[in-house]
């Protein structure tokens, strides 16, 4: 009965597969990914959707205690101003 044991082992391994729980939108805002940026007071992190990376802006959000980095539109921003001085 070797044959049995083994195929109901093999069974019980499979329904043991780990479920991935749903991503929650509350614990989401409190990740620590979050930046803050200074300049025009927005939280924002980097998101992925379809595989593209795109800059998620989380505006009314508390931005105490979260990283403070300067967001990608605003050094767009100053790269335009910079290229206008010269
Ligand atoms: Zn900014």
């Known amino acids: 009965m070797n044959w049995f044991n083994k195929a109901w082992n ?3 391994n499979k329904k043991q597969l780990p479920k991935k729980g749903k991503a929650n939108y509350d614990s989401k805002l409190a990740d620590k990914d979050i930046k803050y940026c200074p300049t025009c007071r927005v ?3 980097w998101s992925y959707q379809s595989s593209k990376l ?3 802006r989380y505006k009314d959000f508390v931005g105490y205690g ?3 980095q300067v967001c ?4 767009a921003k100053k790269g335009e101003e ?3 001085q010269g």
């Open 43 to 45: 939280c924002w992190e």
């Open 66 to 68: 979260k990283i403070k």
């Open 72 to 75: 990608t539109m605003c050094i």
């Open 10 to 12: 093999q069974r019980d």
């Open 54 to 56: 795109y800059v998620e």
């Open 82 to 84: 910079k290229n206008e």
